[in-house]
């Protein structure tokens, strides 16, 4: 029995899959983005060439942004907050039993609010979202979270899944602070937004809380793990699989800014303590 409802979740998200694609071409093609494509020199026609060929793209700050100062000043204060954890640390004390995802700490408040706004509306950031969407970006959500090192198995976003927020979907993750192999770095599955790509993923492993050794060896060098240095941005399709690796017990934590784009008609709602959420990006670069 439990096996049947295990296919027939299987065949549900396939078919979801399906309608999916068909939603993003139908998007892409009634509505078309009204913003101006960026002038991509030959770095930033690379990024995007990835993003779509492979699911992510890759980039330092200091060499795509606009002005990296903003970006510089978050790193500055999360460097501080990782060394001197007293404060996150009361934060994370107030997370509750129950939550399941008590190793992820939302530390936005934390950080000054314009710095933050300033790399969302950033030109290049927005002209790179742009390009990938085909229709017009609406930002979703952006938090800055820490995460920590927990005693417990790998549970959650920890584990290989997708998202659903929309079939249309970039996210981007700003390493905030330097992630080694020990600080649990962002590791994304290449190729698997694409679709026959996830049909076959679905198919043979599922939706969600998959294990990199349940892959087979053909499979296992397409998972991309991300370490890095302060500043460096990650661009990611969360159609895709992915996941967060779980912290070592070495590790002080992994601070990063984390920022969700999705098309005018989103699947899932906006988180309701969000900060700048469901904003275009025609809004968002005029100031609005």
Same mark, same amino acid.
């Given at each position: 029995m439990l096996k049947i409802k295990q296919q027939m979740v299987q065949i549900y998200f396939i078919l979801r899959h399906i309608i999916y694609t068909a939603r993003k071409l139908l998007i892409r093609l009634l509505f078309p983005s009204k913003i101006n494509s960026i002038g991509l020199n030959i770095i930033l026609t690379k990024l995007i060439k990835n993003i779509r060929s492979l699911g992510w793209g890759r980039i330092h700050g200091n060499d795509f942004l606009v002005n990296s100062n903003n970006l510089n000043s978050l790193i500055f204060r999360a460097k501080y907050l990782l060394k001197n954890q007293i404060t996150i640390q009361e934060i994370a004390n107030q997370i509750k039993n129950s939550d399941k995802k008590q190793f992820k700490v939302n530390i936005t408040k934390l950080f000054k609010k314009n710095e933050i706004e300033n790399i969302i509306k950033d030109e290049n950031l927005i002209g790179i979202i742009n390009e990938y969407f085909g229709t017009e970006p609406y930002i979703i959500a952006s938090e800055i979270y820490w995460d920590q090192y927990l005693n417990q198995s790998e549970i959650s976003s920890q584990l290989f899944h997708f998202d659903g927020e929309d079939p249309i979907l970039l996210k981007v993750f700003i390493y905030l602070t330097d992630v080694s192999e020990k600080d649990g770095p962002f590791v994304y599955l290449e190729k698997s937004q694409n679709f026959f790509n996830k049909i076959q993923m679905?198919?043979?492993?599922? %939706?969600?809380?998959?294990? $990199?050794?349940?892959?087979? +060896?053909? /499979? /296992? +060098?397409?998972?991309?793990?991300?370490? =890095?240095?302060? =500043? $460096? %941005?990650?661009?990611? $399709?969360?159609? =895709? &699989?992915?996941?967060?690796?779980?912290?070592?017990?070495?590790?002080?934590?992994?601070? /990063?800014?984390? /920022?969700?784009?999705?098309?005018?008609?989103?699947?899932?709602?906006?988180?309701?303590?969000?900060? %700048?959420? &469901?904003?275009?990006?025609?809004?968002?670069?005029?100031?609005?």
């Open positions: 679905i198919f043979l492993h599922g %939706i969600h809380g998959i294990s $990199d050794l349940n892959f087979s +060896p053909k /499979l /296992l +060098p397409k998972v991309k793990k991300f370490t =890095g240095s302060a =500043g $460096d %941005i990650i661009f990611a $399709d969360t159609n =895709g &699989y992915h996941k967060g690796n779980k912290l070592n017990s070495e590790s002080s934590g992994r601070i /990063l800014l984390n /920022l969700s784009f999705v098309s005018k008609w989103p699947t899932s709602k906006p988180p309701i303590d969000g900060f %700048i959420t &469901y904003k275009s990006s025609s809004k968002l670069l005029s100031n609005l």
